[in-house]
């Protein structure tokens, strides 16, 4: 059961354009939301992320959306540059009965940004 | 800046063979988790510990034990390591619960053959 869904394997954009990835999630109870990138051979890196009871959350270049009726948030990235090709993930956590918050991450996006 | 560390980048063994990866953070981070990256099913975690000699199963312990003697150091074991345990694996810490952003180490890329 994949709580959370990246459907887009793979995204290209052209260098200077707008890349928007997506992100959709099932479980309610997810109330804190992230994104990494992960390069090749390197461990993810955290990248930016939001609390649910926001709706957007920026820094730099990287704005992050969150719909929560809609359970849907994306990372829009803007302006796109060669060096953010990479593997995106999107993760959700939510806290459990014993005290602890569990992650859930998503299958990933590959993005190439092309010169 | 924290720094998580893996044992070896990339190990082969043999079916059947006891497997230990070591991770360690430098940060005294409460919380350590171990995840698998396998093609098209993303992060899936397996084992995390939230204080020494703690444990709790992730969504896919079968086959895997942990072991967290010293708050810096999280081990998986597989205890008979088979072929459909070939997979990337990612150490990751977090300071406390309050913190969600887990720090990850290189991985370790496991092949058994």
């Known amino acids: 059961d994949q709580q959370v869904k990246q459907n887009s394997p793979s995204l290209s954009v052209q260098e200077g354009r707008i890349s928007i990835l997506n992100c959709d999630y099932t479980n309610s109870m997810f109330d804190y939301f992230l994104w990494y990138k992960k390069y090749p051979a390197e461990g993810p890196t955290f990248l930016i992320s939001i609390s649910s009871i926001k709706d957007k959350n920026e820094d730099g270049r990287f704005t992050v959306f969150l719909n929560k009726s809609a359970k849907h948030l994306s990372l829009h990235i803007v302006p796109s540059q060669p060096g953010d090709s990479a593997v995106y993930f999107c993760a959700a956590s939510a806290l459990y009965s014993g005290g602890y918050q569990k992650v859930t991450f998503g299958t990933g996006t590959k993005l190439q940004v092309i010169p | 800046d924290v720094k998580v560390t893996q044992s070896s980048r990339y190990l082969v063994k043999r079916t059947g063979e006891k497997v230990f990866l070591e991770c360690v953070q430098d940060m005294d981070h409460e919380n350590m988790f171990w995840y698998r990256q396998d093609p098209g099913l993303g992060l899936r975690l397996i084992y995390f510990s939230y204080d020494v000699k703690m444990k709790e199963k992730g969504d896919i312990p079968e086959g895997y034990s942990v072991s967290r003697e010293k708050k810096e150091r999280f081990s998986l074991i597989l205890e008979s390591a088979s072929t459909n345990q070939t997979s990337m694996y990612l150490c990751?810490?977090?300071?406390?619960?309050?913190?969600?952003?887990?720090?990850f180490g290189p991985g370790t890329r496991l092949t058994v053959t």
């Open positions: 990751a810490s977090s300071f406390d619960w309050g913190q969600h952003e887990q720090y």
